[in-house]
């Protein structure tokens, strides 16, 4: 590997991308450019990896394997409502296209996958419950992201596939490129607009800061690590479910919104009695939302613990300590409050000056 390696980066506008350029300034960064801009690459390079070719003529895909020694591939629908035919031709067919790029290159490839391909068996299709009104099937996603894992696996070319939990904002700011799943939920608990949340207290709610993955990949890179799969997650220390809505309530009411506290209830006494009984009556839209939350909550209630890769190896960091992941939690939550308006004069952040160590 060169000193100054020249880095491919794909989905470099998206949450984890955008983290991930300020963390190489050692590499000469290329971001492959799809709808939106892109601040801090050395270069850019508009391409869509749903076109052969990822849509550059033969002499620019020549010239860019020709440069390209590192790929880290984080481009892909995230979404969970966009159907499987889109999912798939970019997770699963883009991902093919970029792991072509690698052989092409001889570059190493580092695939940004989900921890979550863990957990196919727990979506509500798995476990045959109805999709009531949810337009949300995180099958398709999960599906999708191991049929791209499997690509990667099989190509031969050395790669490592990298699986965070949720993301949520950087530890310390909370900042983030576009809110998440996960901050829709905490929208609606600071709202007071969440009576329930379907998962059981006791199950693990695993996230990691945004800053978090992007050392763990900037490390990889440095580190030259060629094959593996590399867990970023909470794992042991991840918060629970009552835990994690303790923290949003206690920031909600440092924040002067106090809204109602959620209980937590299996979702087995949501199908057979809260759906039946209440969201049934519910207007359309809110019975879509309510469902939708259900589908994703799914992949956490009776979740088992994550493993974690944290802090094996030499450039890699360690794992958060759960109380790291309390302040990068209040730190996201004041974050979304603030940009959506929420709160207007903010008390001195509790979380002030620390950060998940890199
Ligand atoms: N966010 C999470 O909580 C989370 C958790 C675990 C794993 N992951 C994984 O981490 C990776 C990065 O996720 P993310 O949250 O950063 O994604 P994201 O914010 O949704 O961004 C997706 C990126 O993909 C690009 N893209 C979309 N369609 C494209 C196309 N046809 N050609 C080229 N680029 C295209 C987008 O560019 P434009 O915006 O310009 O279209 C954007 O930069 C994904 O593999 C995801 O599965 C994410």
């Not at 939690?329 to 929420?342: D, E, H, I, N, Q």
């Amino acid at each position: 590997m060169p000193s100054q390696p020249t880095v491919l980066l794909t989905g470099a506008s998206g949450v984890v991308g955008s983290a991930l350029l300020p963390q190489l300034p050692d590499c000469h960064t290329i971001a492959l450019i799809h709808r939106n801009p892109v601040a801090g690459a050395d270069e850019q390079l508009a391409g869509d990896l749903t076109a052969p070719r990822l849509g550059l003529d033969a002499d620019a895909y020549q010239r860019l394997a020709a440069r390209v020694d590192v790929i880290v591939h984080c481009a892909a629908i995230t979404g969970f409502s966009m159907g499987p035919e889109a999912t798939h031709a970019l997770n699963e067919a883009g991902t093919r296209q970029m792991v072509q790029l690698a052989a092409d290159a001889g570059a190493v490839f580092y695939h940004v996958s989900t921890a979550f391909v863990d957990r196919t068996d727990l979506t509500r299709a798995q476990l045959g419950q109805d999709h009531g009104d949810a337009t949300a099937r995180p099958e398709d996603y999960l599906d999708s992201k191991r049929a791209g894992e499997d690509v990667v696996r099989s190509s031969g070319v050395p790669s490592v596939i990298v699986r965070p939990s949720v993301v949520i904002g950087d530890a310390v700011t909370g900042q983030i490129s576009a809110f998440q799943g996960m901050h829709g939920i905490i929208h609606g608990l600071l709202r007071g607009l969440l009576p329930l949340v379907p998962v059981p207290a006791a199950s693990p709610i695993d996230f990691v800061p945004q800053d978090l993955v992007a050392a763990t990949i900037a490390g990889l890179i440095r580190e030259d690590r060629r094959d593996g799969e590399v867990w970023v997650t909470a794992g042991a220390n991840a918060l629970s479910t009552e835990r994690l809505l303790q923290v949003v309530g206690d920031t909600a009411d440092e924040l002067g919104l106090a809204p109602t506290r959620p209980r937590m209830v299996g979702p087995e006494m949501v199908d057979r009695l809260i759906r039946p009984v209440f969201i049934a009556n519910l207007h359309p839209r809110a019975r879509r939302r309510f469902d939708d939350m259900l589908a994703m909550t799914a992949l956490f209630a009776h979740g088992h613990v994550f493993p974690s890769s944290l802090g094996q190896g030499a450039g890699i960091p360690k794992a958060p300590s759960t109380g790291e992941l309390e302040a990068a939690l209040r730190a996201s939550v004041t974050y979304m409050a603030r940009t959506k308006g929420m709160v207007r004069d903010l008390p001195q952040p509790a979380f002030a000056g620390e950060r998940v160590p890199a």
